[in-house]
């Protein structure tokens, strides 16, 4: 078995085939067979996945190899088409106004193009469970298949697992965790800045293994 898939192993989540998260711990050897990683972040208009809607997706494609080698890194704008029912401190988070997203992508676009990036690829993020909420209901709503892997990664336990009780970080929150790894950060709460900060968090406490 690969060092690499050992010390991912306090973050590994296993999936329903649908891709929905289970509470259940994966074992690193599910990740035999895989090559990529997509480490991803969604931005939402609110924090129900069955009511609100993604606004802007980032992901990072990346080899599972030692180092985790970046192959390609996306995001966009998506647009809404119920912002009504938007709650305004989402909205106020992620910096939404009708100008800012007048060149947004449609969902269904943006769930292509996403697929095209993460084929198969074990999804990854920091404190995934909403996201992966909305990243299953969205493909559900648009009728589209489960394009990636049947395992995710959770970089947050990592990091606690590694960080805690070093005197180093005293929150386990991504921008708190980024600036004690001496990460700088492309702004805050767009997608693909969050999604890029977390790949690097990633890289760096394997880094320390």
Same mark, same amino acid.
């Not at 074992?27 to 991803?40: F, K, R």
């Given at each position: ?27 690193p050897e599910t990740l035999d067979g895989l090559s ?28 599972l190899l030692d180092g985790l080698p970046e192959l ?29 997203? #007048?060149?947004? =992508?449609?969902? +269904?676009?943006?769930?292509?193009? @996403? ?7 074990? *999804? ?20 589209r298949p489960w394009p990636f892997a049947l395992v ?27 600036? #004690?790894?001496? =990460?700088?950060? +492309?702004?805050?709460?767009?997608? @693909? ?7 690097? *968090? ?8």
């Amino acid at each position: 078995m690969e060092p690499l898939f050992e010390r991912l192993a306090a973050g590994l989540r296993r999936l329903e085939p649908d891709g929905k998260l289970t509470p259940e711990p994966a074992l690193p050897e599910t990740l035999d067979g895989l090559s990529a990683l997509l480490v991803l972040d969604l931005e939402m208009s609110g924090p129900n996945a069955q009511v609100h809607e993604v606004l802007d997706v980032g992901g990072v494609r990346a080899d599972l190899l030692d180092g985790l080698p970046e192959l390609e890194a996306w995001g966009a704008r998506v647009r809404p088409k119920h912002i009504g029912n938007a709650i305004p401190g989402a909205l106020k988070v992620v910096g939404y106004t009708s100008k800012g997203w #007048r060149d947004a =992508i449609e969902l +269904d676009t943006a769930l292509d193009r @996403l697929s095209e990036v993460g084929r198969d690829a074990v *999804v990854t993020g920091w404190g995934i469970g909403q996201d992966m909420s909305f990243l299953v209901e969205s493909y559900r709503r648009t009728g589209r298949p489960w394009p990636f892997a049947l395992v995710a990664i959770d970089v947050q336990p990592i990091a606690r697992k590694l960080l805690k009780g070093t005197g180093h970080v005293d929150r386990f929150n991504l921008g708190h965790v980024a600036d #004690r790894l001496g =990460i700088g950060r +492309d702004g805050e709460h767009g997608a @693909l800045a969050d999604a890029l900060a977390t790949y690097d *968090v990633l890289v760096k406490l394997m880094e320390r293994t």
